[in-house]
């Protein structure tokens, strides 16, 4: 029962308890709000009158701008997890105050309640939707959020239909009481579903735009495109209009029925039964109307419906006649109009839309309302009522006219759209409850994409149309099946795949012989797509077992075994598994990913193992879909594979797993070698009910970040490299440790703006450095998170004579890296202590390099002059000189260390020569090369001498052309090389190092200019 309800609802697993909360939540607000309001209402209407409502109308315009800035102040200075919880008790509480201040008759209290209905609707539904921002992502947004406002209408039909029936027992003033105790109740409801939330930093006031921006910045792309330009005109028109039927409804109302009671009554069974028919016309009308007539038709019928409406009133006053035209309003803007209004916003860029979407809401929209006031209360003194209905109809023939020109725009913004590559316009992703709403302007500009001459928009218009679920579509797609661009061949039929088109396997078909294999390979994905039972497939398919592309050949491998065993499809994988090059090695696992079978389980955990990262990425992501259960403990090991390519692939597998990896993650945080891709991890996955375990972590780590910032403090001013890299290698520690803690309170706020705040930090502009401390400093959790946040804002101390301490601390430290670096720094101690110490590391230790350090420093240091060959710290200590790595953490100075290896050049030797391809450079340790440019007839120029510290040879391997000049040695020559697999994993891994070859390579740019210059 349950997973058929999740399956109509479109609710996934670990969706169901937040999905729960916010139905309950969006039950209770509006059935609250549709009991209070025709109580405010009819109070209102009985006891001030009216007359006075013009007035008002005037006012509330000018109150939705005032508050719409205030609550956007507020929310961007306040947590919104506080906002959004205090809220509906602060409105109970008002409701409560207010219905004790109207036992007391005063006069003010109605207008002042009437002003307080409209804004407690606005507040309660920013708490709604903010909260269920807060709760799903975007993409759980469009599934998700048509059920939380179909929750809203049935709650709107359920208060209304009830208000009657309340009327009776407890009269119209109390109805005030019923919404107060619905806030109340859905502040329980918020409570818990906090907990499902994440919390939104709040933003540096440095780059946190006010909503007067917002809005300035809306009024400048309002004004740019001709769509929403007449969507503006548009929406001050249906401001006005709106009113122009509220009041002589409201009028109505008052004649009809004597007393207050009554008119809540009528009120509310009237908004009920309007808001459940509109509700159902939404379910089952809609989406047809909008194929039918499109967006635009579906919004110009509403002017429409006012100009016969108000037509109907001038000849007919009666009112029931009023009453229709309302009847017909509400229920077309709840049903129709407002979902078409809001998809015309998906034009909009992203980074645009909500501004524009202020703009227009919160300014021509009320300066209609307020336009509205003015006219009724000039035509009340001035006009027949007739008349003021005749005005109603010539403002909607201004509207229809309004949206006739805005129909012609909006053709033009879809097709600007294609062009632009922007299929979210067309289409959502994933299908929400109530079905896809397919407009019948944005099908015809697709289809006629097509046949545009540019190929990449027919390739998108391909896609685009895979996604419309409308008899149009495939047909397109059939007929286009012989473009003369491969690609657009290509989504062709990724296109019918997802469309289902299995009327078309005949043409698909056909593809199979295709002379570029990347559409033959979408045929056979497509093919089996549609089949559904591929041993029908076989005579089709197994001419392509030997397709010259290892792609084809291992997807109609994979495609032939899912229907069966078969003799020749294991063997095509078993020798593309054993291949050389690893991208075979890629493609096979990358088929047995999207199999999934148990076939490929051996293989796939092997690949785990490879040498080459990218067999271990595609390794980690077949592993996963074959079997998520064991292949957990494996994933985790992968977490702290050296190479962050290959950790980010294993943290995705892991979050493909779910809430069953969770436990087991948070578990490997306390292994050193696995806490940062157990971090990448864990933003993968649902991190509720393990709130405090990542807590702890984040404090003991951020424990440690503050020690060993301690022990960097005694260090920093010391002199001599080993002293240096001692001290920069305990700063080094003590901020990744910082940014560990920092990352684990995020899994629990925002994960994605920490990790943007945390590489900010490494910025060159101190303004953006700033912003990102003030940031993390918003993320709440402050006894953790501001003592780190103050690490980077340490201003350095005056010179400390602590080195010594430092050292005999980290002597004895988890970290093998720092004791090496402690061991070496000792050497420039004469101190009976420290000797002893270095000698039980030399016999004890269990790392290799703290040992050769220790004997270092026993040996009383070495000039690299004169060592025969360099040790490991040796290579570290000089690598720290070179501008190349001067960037790196010294931590990851040992792993380029590591992959170097030695040479030594005699005098006059060719070390690399002019035209050869290189796959090595050189990093100058000792002696001088020169550079020497070999020219006609024999003749041989200088280009540049250089000498120790420096690296040349780059340049070939970067481009991998032939090498530009040769290398001379110039006396004895010692050298560092690095091969160029080895220079790519360093370029790859470290951006820093990136960094520097590039600003080096301008250096050498600029010299080579400068030579060529008489």
């Not at 209070?36 to 006891?47: D, E, M």
């Not at 469009?142 to 309340?166: E, M, N, S, V």
């Not at 009269?171 to 019923?178: K, Y």
Request: hydrophobic share 50%; with cysteine.
């Amino acid at each position: 029962m349950r997973s058929t309800i999740s399956s109509l609802f479109q609710i996934r697993p670990g969706e169901g308890r937040g999905t729960i909360l916010l139905v309950l939540m969006m039950l209770l607000l509006t059935m609250g709000g549709s009991i209070g309001s025709p109580g405010i209402n009819a109070l209102f209407l009985s006891r001030v009158g009216v007359e006075f409502l013009p007035y008002m109308y005037i006012a509330l315009a000018g109150l939705t701008v005032v508050t719409t800035l205030a609550l956007t102040a507020l929310l961007g200075r306040l947590s919104k997890k506080r906002v959004y919880l205090i809220l509906p008790i602060a409105m109970g509480l008002s409701l409560l105050a207010a219905r004790y201040l109207v036992s007391l008759d005063l006069p003010w209290i109605y207008s002042a309640l009437w002003l307080g209905m409209y804004l407690f609707w606005t507040l309660q539904f920013l708490v709604a939707w903010g909260l269920a921002s807060m709760v799903f992502d975007t993409r759980q947004a469009k599934r998700l959020f048509p059920l939380l406002a179909a929750a809203g209408i049935f709650g709107t039909t359920l208060g209304g239909l009830a208000t009657k029936p309340l009327v009776d027992a407890v009269g119209a003033e109390n109805l005030i009481m019923g919404w107060a105790l619905a806030f109340f109740a859905a502040a329980i409801v918020i409570r818990a579903a906090l907990r499902e939330a994440k919390e939104v930093p709040v933003r540096s006031r440095w780059d946190r735009p006010s909503v007067v921006e917002d809005i300035q910045r809306g009024f400048q792309f309002v004004r740019r495109s001709e769509l929403m330009r007449w969507m503006s005109a548009g929406a001050l028109l249906m401001g006005m209009l709106f009113f122009f039927v509220v009041f002589p409804f409201s009028k109505g109302v008052t004649e009809e029925f004597l007393d207050e009671d009554a008119i809540a009554g009528f009120i509310g069974v009237f908004e009920g039964l309007t808001t459940a028919i509109a509700f159902l016309i939404s379910l089952l009308l809609a989406n047809r109307i909008y194929a039918r007539i499109g967006f635009m038709g579906a919004l110009l019928i509403f002017p429409v419906i006012y100009v016969l409406g108000f037509s109907a009133t001038a000849l007919y006053p009666l009112f029931v006649t009023i009453a229709g035209l309302r009847f017909l309003q509400l229920v077309w803007r709840l049903g129709v109009a407002d979902t078409a209004y809001q998809a015309l916003f998906n034009l909009v860029p992203a980074a645009r839309r909500e501004p524009t979407r202020a703009f227009i809401d919160g300014v021509p929209r009320q300066v209609g309302v307020a336009l509205a006031g003015v006219l009724l209360l000039v035509s009340e003194n001035v006009l027949e009522p007739t008349l003021v209905f005749a005005l109603g109809a010539a403002l909607a023939a201004v509207a229809i006219f309004t949206g006739w020109r805005a129909s012609h725009a909006y053709r033009g913004a879809l097709a600007q759209a294609l062009h632009a590559g922007q299929p979210h316009v067309f289409f959502s992703e994933d299908e929400p409850f109530g079905g896809y709403q397919h407009d019948a302007s944005a099908v015809s500009v697709v289809v006629a994409g097509m046949s545009d001459p540019e190929p990449a928009v027919r390739r998108v218009s391909a896609e685009i149309l895979g996604n419309l679920r409308v008899p149009e579509a495939t047909q397109a797609l059939v007929s286009a099946l012989e473009d003369p661009d491969p690609q657009v061949r290509s989504a062709l039929l990724r296109s019918l795949a997802r469309a289902g088109a299995t009327s078309t396997l005949l043409d698909v078909t056909a593809c199979l012989a295709d002379s570029e294999p990347e559409v033959r390979l979408e045929a056979v994905e497509t093919l089996y797509t549609l089949a559904g039972y591929p041993k029908g497939l076989l005579a089709q398919l197994e001419p392509l077992l030997d397709d010259p592309m290892p792609e084809v050949r291992s997807c109609v491998a994979i495609t032939i075994l899912k229907g069966g065993p078969h003799p020749g499809a294991p063997n095509v994988l078993d020798e593309m598994s054993s291949a050389q090059e690893p991208s075979t090695r890629v493609i096979v696992l990358e088929a047995l990913e999207s199999w999934g079978d148990p076939y490929g389980w051996d293989f796939a955990v092997v690949s785990l193992n490879d040498v080459h990262p990218s067999v271990r990425r595609a390794a980690a992501q077949a592993v996963v879909s074959i079997d998520p259960k064991a292949s957990l403990g494996l994933l985790i090991e992968a977490l702290g594979d050296e190479d962050l390519s290959v950790r980010e692939s294993a943290a995705e597998a892991v979050g493909r797993i779910g809430t069953p990896a969770l436990s087991a993650v948070v578990e490997a945080l306390r292994i050193p070698a696995l806490e940062s891709g157990s971090l990448l991890a864990l933003q993968q996955l649902p991190v509720h009910g393990e709130q405090d375990r990542i807590l702890l972590y984040s404090g003991e780590t951020a424990a440690r970040a503050i020690h060993y910032n301690e022990l960097w403090i005694g260090a920093h001013s010391a002199n001599g490299l080993e002293a240096e890299l001692f001290s920069h290698s305990l700063r080094a520690v003590s901020l990744r440790h910082a940014r560990l803690a920092i990352q684990a309170v995020g899994l629990l706020t925002d994960p994605s703006n920490v990790s943007l705040a945390l590489e900010n930090l490494e910025s060159r502009q101190a303004s953006q450095r700033a912003n990102a401390l003030e940031i993390l400093d918003s993320l709440g959790h402050r006894p953790i998170v501001s003592p780190l946040v103050a690490l980077w804002e340490m201003a350095p101390s005056p010179p400390s004579d602590g080195l010594q301490s430092s050292i005999e601390a980290v002597l004895a430290d988890e970290d093998p890296w720092l004791r090496a670096c402690a061991a070496l720094a000792a050497g420039a101690f004469d101190d009976s202590t420290l000797e002893a110490t270095l000698n039980n590391l030399l016999q004890t230790d269990p790392d290799p390099l703290v040992r050769e350090a220790a004997q270092r420093s026993l040996d009383g240091g070495s000039d690299m002059k004169v060592l025969p060959t360099l040790s490991i710290m040796e290579r570290i200590l000089f690598l720290q000189r070179v501008p190349l790595f001067a960037n790196l953490p010294p931590g990851e100075l040992k792993q380029v260390a590591a992959i170097a290896y030695e040479h030594v050049f005699s005098e006059d030797d060719v070390i690399a020569r002019q035209g050869e391809q290189g796959d090595e450079m050189y990093i100058i340790v000792d002696g001088e090369v020169r550079v020497l440019a070999e020219l006609e007839r024999g003749k041989t120029e200088e280009l540049a001498l250089r000498g120790p510290g420096e690296y040349v040879g780059e340049m070939s391997i970067i481009s991998q052309e032939p090498r530009m000049a040769s290398l001379r040695a110039v006396g004895e020559v010692r050298m560092l090389c690095i091969g160029q697999k080895e220079f790519e994993g360093i370029i790859r891994e470290r951006p820093e190092t990136s960094l520097a070859v590039i600003r080096v390579l301008i250096e050498r740019l600029k010299e080579a200019q400068g030579s060529e210059t008489p």
